[in-house]
């Protein structure tokens, strides 16, 4: 049982490439979170979905698209990635009231 | 708009010593609320959860946290702490109405021996 796993775990970028980072899970969760976590602020949402071909908004959504066009699999897009976007990323599934998570993806852009 | 405040970015302990970490939120109803911990480099693991009922809950690893709706506040306690409890710990509260999982700053959690 794998969970939640998300690709890749590491990644350097150059300021204006694009890239996408997958995040897929096994447990057949409607609701899946994308975060970023950055020193000093905590986890921050940057888009959600309730449901497969459904996305929302969260805090900091400037910078990234998303798409959930299967249900098992939530994909985060840069297209034009800036220094201020390295961070550490996690992926979240949820089943009525408990969230499980990725292990994480840190992506520098320098 | 929801909001949650974790007051306290650093803690110190000695091991054997007792824990309160804070967590305050801002909403329109009762949120469900829960507590993470991450460990250096690691995922988030799930230490407990309330929604209803029994305002004193009790998670993993010996931890319990108390849910008082007066002050808003959600607080996780340990009696004894142990050396293996150095980690971070996030409180987030789940807004149902909107399906979004706010998380606070975190509390960074150091144990001295």
């Known amino acids: 049982n794998a969970g939640v796993t998300q690709t890749p775990k590491f990644r350097v970028l150059k300021t204006g490439q694009s890239m996408t980072l997958l995040c897929a899970q096994d447990?057949?969760?409607?609701?899946m979170y994308w975060y970023r976590q950055d020193p000093g602020m905590g986890l921050r949402l940057i888009h959600y979905?309730?449901?497969?071909?459904?996305?929302a908004k969260g805090e900091v959504p400037d910078g990234y698209n998303v798409s959930r066009l299967k249900k098992q699999n939530f994909l985060l897009g840069l297209e034009s990635a800036a220094p201020s976007q390295t961070s550490v990323y996690f992926c979240?599934?949820?089943?009525?009231?408990?969230?499980?998570f990725g292990q994480g993806t840190r992506l520098t852009v320098v | 708009a929801q909001s949650v405040t974790q007051p306290d970015i650093h803690i110190t302990v000695s091991e054997g010593a007792s824990l309160e970490l804070r967590c305050n939120y801002s909403?329109?109803?009762?949120?469900?609320l829960f507590w993470y911990v991450q460990s250096p480099g690691q995922g988030l693991q799930l230490l407990l959860k309330?929604?209803?009922?029994?305002?004193l809950v009790q998670g993993i690893k010996g931890f319990e946290a108390e849910f008082k709706r007066s002050q808003s506040s959600f607080n996780l306690r340990k009696p004894s702490v142990h050396w293996s409890d150095a980690a971070e710990y996030f409180c987030?509260?789940?807004?149902?109405?909107?399906?979004?999982?706010?998380f606070g700053t975190g509390t960074r959690l150091q144990v001295f021996p």
């Open positions: 909403y329109g109803a009762t949120p469900y």
């Open positions: 309330y929604f209803s009922g029994d305002t």
């Open positions: 447990m057949n969760h409607e609701y």
């Open positions: 987030a509260p789940w807004d149902y109405n909107t399906d979004k999982l706010i």
């Open positions: 979905s309730v449901g497969e071909g459904t996305t």
């Open positions: 979240a599934s949820r089943e009525n009231t408990e969230a499980f």
